[in-house]
Antibody, heavy 120, light 112 residues
Framework: QVQLQESGPGQVKPSQTLSLTCTVSGGSISSGDYYWNWIRQPAGKGLEWLGR???????GYNPSLRSRVTISRDTSKNQFSLNLNSVTAADTAVYYC????????????WGQGTLVTVSS | DFVVTQSPDSLAVSLGERATINCKSSPGVLYDSNNKNYLAWYQQKPGQPPKLLIY???TRESGVPDRFSGSGSGTDFTLTISSLQAEDVAVYYC?????????FGPGTKVDI
């Protein structure tokens, strides 16, 4: 059973960089026909897809955030990460990591989510 | 970007009755080479991550009760809950995964 767990600071100051890590268990992030996503959800609002990293290492981003977002991975730790720079209050949200299947559903396994608040 | 809309914004259904949620994607999400619609449905309850219900527009995820069904093709899709149960109270989202950035609909809140 694949499990994902987000971790990182719960509060970030405006203009600084938000950094989160997703630790995956029950499957390797560098094998199989999978990709690994970041998605966020402001309180009481809808879902926004931020980007993904394939098992091959190729990366895709949401153009609306392209200049501020970076996704990377550490295969030795079976983790992938999100960096979002120059944050503002608008980046306050629950951040989720989720698995996608190249030949199946886009997000079949999700982490529980972590709330990040941008505040001084 | 693909624009995904949903209707209604919310609906109240009696226990045991049918609930129907509509989703539109512009442009369409039917990939001609494999004849698959890149459209998924999720259920989200408060304090929980979304749960995948349906993908390829009509394929039910393993373990999802068969009262949930998806239909449609191209630009117009429907999620049907055939007999609403108390545990189905939630917000439902559709999502296109035909092209990045993947985009979600705004959600439909289902109440009893």
């Amino acid at each position: 059973q694949v499990q994902l767990q987000e971790s990182g600071p719960g509060q970030v100051k405006p203009s600084q960089t938000l950094s989160l890590t997703c630790t995956v268990s029950g499957g390797s992030i560098s094998s199989g026909d999978y990709y690994w996503n970041w998605i966020r959800q402001p309180a009481g609002k809808g879902l926004e897809w931020l980007g993904r990293i394939y098992s091959s290492g190729s990366i895709g981003y949401n153009p609306s955030l392209r200049s501020r977002v970076t996704i990377s991975r550490d295969t030795s730790k079976n983790q992938f990460s999100l960096n979002l720079n120059s944050v503002t209050a608008a980046d306050t949200a629950v951040y989720y990591c989720a698995r996608g299947n190249t030949y199946g559903p886009p997000h079949d396994y999700w982490g529980q989510g972590t709330l990040v608040t941008v505040s001084s | 970007d693909f624009v995904v809309t949903q209707s209604p914004d919310s609906l109240a259904v009696s226990l045991g009755e049918r609930a129907t949620i509509n989703c539109k994607s512009s442009p369409g999400v039917l990939y001609d080479s494999n004849n698959k619609n890149y459209l998924a449905w999720y259920q989200q309850k408060p304090g929980q991550p979304p749960k995948l219900l349906i993908y390829w527009a009509s394929t039910r995820e393993s373990g999802v009760p068969d009262r949930f069904s998806g239909s449609g093709s191209g630009t117009d899709f429907t999620l049907t809950i055939s007999s609403l149960q108390a545990e189905d109270v939630a917000v439902y989202y559709c999502q296109q995964y035909y092209s990045i950035p993947f985009t979600f609909g705004p959600g439909t809140k289902v109440d009893i």
